[in-house]
């Protein structure tokens, strides 16, 4: 990692050509402009070893560039992930304004007009869950399958990422994710644009670190009724049995890697501005530092909070039951340097932005007992934070936003 920059007198996305790779923590804003190289194999044919070697190349070239990858890996690990050796990395104070208010135009940019289509309807969605457990108790074991949906937002005028970014910022409890994406018909830019609770893995030395969540509610803006979602959801037995096959999953392949896993004896509540889930931190040391951290989120990746148990049978079903392609919904987003530190967030509360068209996920743990229409419910409280940066609700209404 290079060393702390200043702090900027102007916000990271200011009007200039090309937008940076950002990831924003509380403590951190993560900054890579411009890119000398890229890694653009998948999990399954390499990445890791790909990706070592151009760290390894850049860290004896005596490059003036940083010896970093950063970028994300989409759900199927049959598919490409997007990482790029930045020319320029710098790792600014958390309270770096992101945006200038401005459009690259120098005009402030208007409240868009926009029209929202789900895929699938809410019907449809609960159609699939229904269908989902009848599939449990079949040869091929399924016990857990991360269903997801997806809402297309559309507008007359490009969708610009300043915005939703920085109102998703005012939820600290999230790291805010940007990560320009190859042009996948040379017209269109693409920009993977959300806020991740989710800590998939960070390694620092020897020091690793997952948070996993699974078992989720809505928050409320009644008090008392929020505490009282938060007290169901810890009281929750299919909620603590979905996330306690999550940690195991978790547990069980670090352990290889690690010579002392802390494992708490049970979850915590935590909150985001939308919604409640139940939390694990479990922290290890590693046997070897040299492993990397992208090497140890690819063996993690994708848990159970996003495909399912067992893996092979869940991504079947999801197959079978989405009707549209993830793409890097359910993936990973992050870093990793030359001695193999990095963080890796799981891509969740994420939107693909192309042009005038914006594609929300959002994704909901089905095992024995779910219930449909709650599991749709689910997928709605999981919307809000990036319909709300947008401005708009899930039937298309304007919000009245600061």
Same mark, same amino acid.
């Given at each position: 990692?290079?060393?702390?920059?200043?702090?900027?007198?102007?916000?990271?996305?200011?009007?200039?050509?090309?937008?940076?790779?950002?990831?924003?923590?509380?403590?951190?804003?993560?900054?890579?402009?411009?890119?000398?190289?890229?890694?653009?194999?998948?999990?399954?044919?390499?990445?890791?070893?790909? @990706?070592?070697?151009?760290?390894?190349?850049?860290?004896?070239?005596?490059?003036?560039?940083?010896?970093?990858?950063?970028?994300?890996?989409?759900?199927?690990?049959?598919?490409?992930?997007?990482?790029?050796?930045?020319?320029?990395?710098?790792?600014?104070?958390?309270?770096?304004?992101? !945006?200038?208010?401005?459009?690259?135009?120098?005009?402030?940019?208007?409240?868009?007009?926009?029209?929202?289509?789900?895929?699938?309807?809410?019907?449809? =969605?609960? @159609?699939?869950? @229904?269908?989902?457990?009848?599939?449990?108790?079949?040869?091929?074991?399924?016990?857990?399958?991360?269903?997801?949906?997806?809402?297309?937002?559309?507008?007359?005028?490009?969708?610009?990422?300043?915005?939703?970014?920085?109102?998703?910022?005012?939820?600290?409890?999230?790291?805010?994710?940007?990560?320009?994406?190859?042009?996948?018909?040379?017209?269109?830019?693409?920009?993977?644009?959300?806020?991740?609770?989710?800590?998939?893995?960070?390694?620092?030395?020897?020091?690793?670190?997952?948070?996993?969540?699974?078992?989720?509610?809505?928050?409320?803006?009644?008090?008392?009724?929020?505490?009282?979602?938060?007290?169901?959801?810890?009281?929750?037995?299919?909620?603590?049995?979905?996330?306690? &096959?999550?940690?195991?999953?978790?547990?069980?392949?670090?352990?290889?890697?690690?010579?002392?896993?802390?494992?708490?004896?049970?979850?915590?509540?935590?909150?985001?501005?939308?919604? !409640?889930?139940?939390?694990?931190?479990?922290?290890?040391?590693?046997?070897?530092?040299?492993?990397?951290?992208?090497?140890?989120?690819?063996?993690?990746?994708? /848990?159970?909070?996003?495909?399912?148990?067992?893996?092979?049978?869940? @991504?079947?079903?999801?197959?079978?039951?989405?009707?549209?392609?993830?793409? =890097?919904?359910?993936?990973?987003?992050? !870093?990793?340097?030359?001695?193999?530190?990095?963080?890796?967030?799981? /891509?969740?509360?994420?939107?693909?932005?192309?042009?005038?068209?914006?594609?929300? =996920? &959002?994704?909901?743990?089905?095992?024995?007992?779910?219930?449909?229409?709650?599991?749709?419910?689910? /997928?709605?409280?999981?919307?809000?934070?990036?319909?709300?940066?947008?401005?708009?609700?899930?039937?298309?209404?304007?919000?009245?936003?600061?």
């Amino acid at each position: 990692m290079t060393s702390p920059a200043p702090a900027l007198s102007t916000p990271v996305l200011g009007t200039g050509a090309g937008l940076p790779f950002v990831l924003a923590s509380d403590r951190e804003i993560l900054v890579g402009r411009g890119a000398v190289e890229a890694v653009a194999i998948s999990v399954r044919d390499g990445l890791v070893e790909r @990706a070592g070697s151009v760290l390894r190349d850049a860290q004896g070239d005596g490059s003036r560039h940083p010896a970093v990858l950063v970028g994300a890996i989409p759900f199927d690990s049959a598919d490409p992930a997007h990482l790029i050796r930045p020319e320029r990395l710098e790792s600014l104070p958390g309270d770096t304004p992101l !945006w200038s208010a401005a459009s690259p135009n120098g005009a402030e940019q208007a409240q868009l007009d926009l029209r929202v289509a789900a895929d699938p309807p809410r019907s449809g =969605y609960a @159609a699939a869950v @229904a269908r989902a457990l009848t599939r449990f108790g079949q040869a091929d074991g399924l016990r857990k399958v991360v269903l997801a949906r997806s809402l297309v937002v559309e507008s007359e005028r490009p969708i610009e990422p300043g915005r939703i970014l920085t109102r998703l910022r005012r939820d600290r409890s999230a790291t805010t994710f940007l990560v320009p994406l190859p042009d996948d018909d040379g017209v269109r830019s693409r920009l993977l644009v959300g806020a991740s609770p989710e800590l998939l893995l960070s390694k620092q030395g020897q020091v690793v670190l997952s948070h996993p969540l699974a078992g989720s509610a809505r928050r409320s803006s009644d008090p008392l009724e929020d505490a009282l979602a938060a007290a169901r959801l810890e009281a929750s037995e299919k909620d603590r049995r979905e996330h306690a &096959a999550v940690v195991e999953w978790v547990v069980d392949r670090l352990r290889p890697f690690c010579r002392q896993l802390e494992i708490p004896a049970g979850p915590s509540l935590v909150s985001t501005e939308t919604m !409640w889930h139940l939390g694990t931190r479990i922290e290890g040391v590693l046997r070897d530092q040299a492993i990397s951290s992208l090497e140890l989120a690819a063996a993690l990746h994708p /848990t159970p909070a996003v495909c399912g148990q067992p893996p092979e049978a869940a @991504a079947a079903a999801i197959a079978e039951l989405e009707s549209f392609d993830r793409g =890097y919904f359910g993936g990973a987003v992050g !870093w990793c340097d030359a001695t193999g530190d990095g963080r890796w967030l799981v /891509t969740i509360r994420c939107a693909e932005i192309r042009d005038t068209t914006a594609r929300l =996920y &959002a994704g909901a743990g089905i095992v024995a007992g779910s219930d449909p229409d709650a599991e749709t419910a689910e /997928t709605s409280a999981k919307f809000a934070a990036l319909l709300r940066a947008l401005g708009v609700d899930e039937e298309g209404r304007a919000l009245v936003l600061e």
